[in-house]
């Protein structure tokens, strides 16, 4: 079975401060793992993707992740935080073609 | 990217309606579509997934007599949420996944259901 653990509910960061959020992961096969953004009251938006290919992922707007099978993490990094960077992420797991399951999410505020 | 649609993107209804919110692939066939239900300031709740031509699969616990699931199409799967009560209030979001591709989920931009 997979899950999901992201450590920290609310992290705060200042504008220009690096961002790290934490995911663990949970499997029992070679997952696909993903980050997502929500802003309020909208969907998820893909920021980036694991799928076996390499481990530095790099996504949208700057963010990136490793893959570290040895430690089953695969945080969420970004050198230097904006104020539009205030969100929702969800780190999620999925089994390939399985659903996807999320963790519970990191609400990020960005200070100015 | 793929494109996912949701409609309607708010919806009040009185107790006791029907809400239908609908799912749209739009540049692409999905074989899959989950709907998820999200609380305030809470992950997301699969509640089923809904698999073209065939009946929804329903996670334990959701009624599947209260929340309609029907995929007639490769790009359409809709959510019916019969006699709606208050506490069916909340967000509503949708995902697909195309054949193929690396399991990444498609979502849509979810719909905000308030029950009066």
């Known amino acids: 079975a997979q899950s999901v653990t992201q450590l920290g509910s609310h992290v705060s960061v200042s504008e220009g401060a690096l961002v790290l959020l934490r995911c663990n992961y949970s499997?029992?096969?070679?997952?696909?793992l993903f980050w997502y953004v929500q802003y309020p009251n909208q969907g998820l938006q893909l920021l980036l993707k694991y799928t076996s290919a390499a481990t530095l992922v790099k996504g949208i707007n700057g963010f990136e992740a490793e893959f570290k099978k040895s430690e089953t993490s695969f945080h969420l990094t970004k050198p230097s935080a904006h104020m539009s960077d205030a969100a929702e992420y969800f780190c999620?797991?999925?089994?390939?073609?399985?659903?996807?399951?999320f963790g519970k999410g990191t609400k990020l505020s960005v200070k100015p | 990217g793929a494109v996912v649609s949701q409609h309607p993107s708010r919806v009040i209804c009185k107790s006791g309606t029907s809400v239908k919110i609908e799912c749209r692939s739009l540049?692409?066939?999905?074989?899959?579509m989950f709907w998820y239900r999200q609380f305030p300031k809470q992950s997301l709740m699969l509640m089923a997934t809904?698999?073209?031509?065939?009946?929804?699969?329903?996670e334990q616990g959701v009624e599947k007599d209260k929340f309609l699931i029907n995929h007639a199409s490769l790009t359409l799967s809709t959510l019916t949420v019969t006699s709606a009560h208050p506490e069916d209030s909340s967000f509503y979001i949708c995902s697909a996944r195309g054949a193929g591709g690396t399991g990444e989920l498609f979502f849509g931009e979810g719909s905000r259901l308030t029950v009066l």
């Open positions: 809904s698999n073209e031509g065939s009946k929804a699969t329903y």
């Open positions: 540049d692409f066939q999905a074989t899959t």
């Open positions: 499997s029992s096969v070679p997952p696909y």
């Open positions: 999620a797991v999925s089994p390939r073609q399985g659903n996807l399951i």
